[in-house]
């Protein structure tokens, strides 16, 4: 055999010169043997190869060409070495073949390069860039030995290009932006070592174009490295970007306290959600993918230190705790008002001359009403108002008798059983239908009765919770299992920018904003309670206040708010665990149920006796739910779907304005229709009656306007995040209903005091700094995981927490001040007889 070349080392004196030189003319004697056994004779020529030096040779079939390569490696730096490779021949029979044998690694890839997309489309690349895998060493320095094999199967001459050069800067530096360019077939990698007290660090990686798509991953310092499009998700951890993308390393991950950070550029656009623009005719054509070169910037940052961690935990909790201590501080001053109340009442007791004191005051509507002062009032004393009436001797009578009462299995009561009048069922429809409603009207009912309907309102909501919750916790811990084993960060739609992990959590500073929802509905849980205590005592008392006076005070759906406002906390911070498609719905849940809850405890303030039962609201809003599954599932531009929804939305909307219109004094049955057309000929075309009910009806048709126009618009834009739809429908006509109310209170002469005031406008404030920090939209799931990491940023505050962090913080303080609102807006109305408290 000849050899067109002979071998040369400049490092022939040396005992590593000569055993490579053995080595090299034992594997060259084996090849021969295995030529000449199988018949076949093939040139094998080697050269000693050089750095930075353009190798343009021709193999062929016939022939076979060794490049040997060395260099000094040392424990304190790594040198990165690169090869490239550029086929110069056109229409290959077949493709060149290159192996890359080191000391711990080979790697082999053949040229032109295939890589593979969807549909099994192919795509050539004649030009290949690889960086080779750099072991760690041991050894102070040491001189390791690499070898370049060419091959090919074709028997015509193919030329091609070869050169090995150095990476000056392989290994990356702390907060030193790196400037480079990658390709499909040239994909990048570099080092990082973890310096001295950094335990955590980001790795940011940015370009100024969107496409091509690219995909960023941490792999551990190992051979080999998988840096091609179809390999790059099988170790480390990776996610895919167009401008922006980040990963938080942790050294406890990376037992050698290094990492490589390693760049692939995608072959297809779509996994960034770019469009797909080759389409072959041929299964087997190969498509030319054009320049796919895309320039990037890395840079590695040290993550915060744990003082971080404890300042958020300490801010986060001394904001929440901060309103414990707010609303202890106003309960020792309205204790203190009372006992001065009390005090001064002792004292006026004592004059005979103001015991009997009438004063008269002039009503809502103008006329002179007598009343009397409270201070006059006793429990064995008559009322004074002529225009009391039976139902008013009746209900003292029967409260007279609280204590005993009270101590009745409550079980016992059903709400059909228990009516104020005999013949209650016929004169629903005379009392209902009046023009001009008091509340003492509506709320005939045995009190203990709709006390007992109420509280199953707090009851379901919390079954409900047990059940819905324990599932929740179970997937979402499963999801947070899956990205750590698999690495795969495209699975959870985190603001990667300002994630920081704790313990298996990814983003514990998310989960740990939602505490105040928790905190928070506890604390109105608390206040709900005190306000119960304080009125069951004043009904053991037989106080006339309590009896007879005021909104009839039903605590079961206030108790119902509390723990949806606490679960709205726990099943938030469940899906900031993993947020994604899939677990949306759990963060949205619980406000559809608060939007509706509170619809109702403002309407039961002055229809305490047709308020919806329990079982009916929680079906409207499992309904609701489902329907928002739906739309996220298969709403995204099916136009059926929304044409669907639309119709549903209308009519639901009619059905709830004749319901409410009526005071649930009709019936939906087959004669509907034909008393519809009835109304319609006697009021509108027989004679044109203006409606009996005028203010219930302006809020009707403002409520039509409202939602036929959301409708319309649903139906028209087609938004892609179908469930923040859903909520602003409930939220548009929970502030319409909000805003009818005060405006009747306030047209009917009631007064709103100081703290229902306050409360108001600082919810208010409050409310609409939240909607900012709501709209920032650092995440989408709308869009693919790489299009939402562009809108990606940094914290903003503590250098721990984000936006969307003091979203959850504000919006947590806002439903805490919209319950406060809810609870003391009619305060005023204490004193006040129910029969001179009219219904809106």
């Known amino acids: 055999m000849l050899f067109g070349s002979h071998w040369k080392s400049r490092y022939k004196n040396t005992f590593e010169g000569a055993a490579a030189g053995v080595l090299l003319w034992f594997f060259v004697a084996l090849l021969a043997c295995l030529s000449g056994a199988l018949g076949e004779t093939k040139n094998v020529i080697q050269k000693d190869g050089e750095f930075d030096v353009s190798y343009n040779d021709t193999v062929t079939s016939e022939n076979q060409t060794i490049y040997a390569f060395n260099h000094t490696v040392s424990r304190t730096k790594t040198e990165g070495v690169r090869v490239s490779v550029d086929v110069l021949s056109q229409n290959l029979q077949s493709p060149i073949l290159f192996v890359i044998r080191q000391k711990q690694a080979v790697l082999s890839f053949q040229v032109p390069l295939i890589l593979r997309g969807l549909y099994q489309r192919k795509y050539p690349y004649n030009h290949l860039g690889r960086t080779l895998c750099q072991p760690p060493t041991r050894a102070a320095s040491e001189t390791q030995y690499f070898f370049v094999d060419v091959s090919t199967l074709s028997s015509q001459g193919t030329n091609y290009q070869l050169r090995v050069s150095r990476i000056e800067s392989f290994t990356l530096q702390t907060d030193t932006t790196f400037r480079f360019t990658a390709s499909p077939s040239q994909p990048q990698y570099f080092k990082y070592v973890f310096p001295e007290g950094v335990d955590t660090v980001i790795v940011k990686v940015s370009s100024d174009m969107t496409f091509p798509c690219s995909v960023m991953s941490i792999q551990d310092i190992q051979c080999p490295v998988y840096d091609l499009d179809n390999n790059v998700a099988f170790i480390g951890m990776y996610q895919t970007m167009t401008k922006k993308g980040a990963i938080t390393v942790q050294r406890k991950d990376f037992p050698s306290n290094s990492f490589y950070v390693v760049v692939v550029v995608k072959t297809e656009d779509e996994a960034c959600g770019g469009p797909l623009r080759f389409y072959p005719l041929r299964p087997d054509e190969l498509i030319d993918a054009g320049n796919r070169s895309k320039t990037l910037n890395v840079v590695v940052s040290p993550a915060i230190k744990s003082e971080v961690y404890v300042m958020g935990m300490l801010f986060c909790l001394g904001i929440f705790l901060s309103f414990y201590l707010l609303t202890l501080l106003v309960a020792c001053l309205e204790k203190k008002k009372a006992k001065r109340r009390e005090l001064l009442q002792n004292i006026d007791d004592t004059s005979p001359a103001e015991t009997g004191q009438i004063a008269a005051s002039p009503n809502e509507y103008g006329s002179l009403e007598s009343t009397v002062s409270s201070e006059a009032i006793t429990d064995s004393a008559p009322s004074v108002d002529s225009a009391t009436s039976a139902d008013n001797y009746m209900e003292r009578s029967v409260w007279k008798n609280v204590g005993r009462s009270r101590q009745e299995s409550l079980s ?316 602003a429908i409930a939220i548009c006509n929970l502030l ?105």
Not at 492 to 516: D, T, V
Not at 581 to 596: E, L, P, R, V, W
Not at 637 to 644: A, C, P
Not at 767 to 780: E, H, I, R, V
Request: neutral net charge.
């Open 736 to 840: 319409l209903y909000f805003a009818f109310y005060i405006i009747m209170k306030l047209r009917s002469g009631e007064a709103i005091q100081c703290l229902a005031m306050v409360c108001i406008l600082f919810t208010a404030v409050v409310w609409g700094f939240a909607l900012y920090f709501f709209f920032q939209g650092l995440s989408t799931w709308q869009k693919t995981p790489a299009e939402s990491r562009e809108h990606n940023r940094d914290c903003i505050l503590l250098s721990f927490f984000d936006d969307h962090d003091i979203w959850h913080f504000l919006s947590s303080i806002a439903m805490f001040g919209s319950f406060l609102v809810l609870l003391t807006m009619d305060d005023d109305l204490d004193t006040i007889q129910r029969d001179k408290i009219y219904v809106f």
């Open 412 to 727: 016992s009561i059903e709400e059909d059983d228990y009516d104020t009048l005999d013949d209650i069922n016929s004169d629903k429809n005379i009392v209902r239908t009046k023009k001009y409603l008091c509340v003492s009207d509506l709320s005939r009912k045995d009190k203990r009765v709709l006390s007992k309907k109420y509280q199953i309102y707090f009851w379901n909501i919390a079954t409900i919770a047990v059940f819905y919750a324990l599932p929740v916790i179970q997937l979402v811990i499963t999801y947070q299992t899956v990205v750590n084993v698999t690495g795969n960060q495209d699975i959870c739609y985190y603001n990667f920018m300002c994630a920081h992990p704790l313990g298996a959590l990814s983003a514990f500073n998310n989960i740990l904003s939602n505490l105040g929802y928790v905190m928070l509905g506890l604390l109105f849980l608390l206040i709900v309670l005190k306000r119960d205590i304080v009125h069951n005592r004043a009904l053991a008392c037989h106080e006339v206040n309590a009896l007879e006076c005021g909104i009839p005070k039903h605590f079961g759906l206030f108790y119902a708010m509390g723990t949806a406002l606490m679960m709205e906390g726990l099943l938030s911070a469940c899906y900031h665990v993993c947020p994604n498609y899939t677990n949306f719905q759990f963060d949205t849940s619980f406000m559809y149920m608060i939007a509706g809850l509170c619809m109702l405890k403002l309407y039961q303030k002055r229809h305490p006796d047709i308020n919806a039962s329990a079982y009916t609201a929680y079906a409207c809003l499992a309904a609701v739910i489902f329907f928002s599954v739906l739309g996220v599932v298969f709403g995204r531009g099916n136009t059926v779907f929304w044409i669907v929804f639309s119709v549903i939305h209308i009519l639901a909307t009619l059905l709830l304005s004749t319901q409410l219109y009526y005071m649930g004094r009709w019936r939906l049955d087959s004669g509907v229709l034909r008393r519809m057309v009835y109304v319609v000929y006697t009021d509108c075309i027989r004679q044109c009656t203006g409606p009996m009910y005028i203010d219930r009806m302006v809020l009707l048709v403002m409520g039509n306007i409202v939602n036929w126009s959301l409708a319309a618009y649903g139906l028209i834009e087609r938004p892609s995040d179908f469930a923040s739809y859903l909520l």
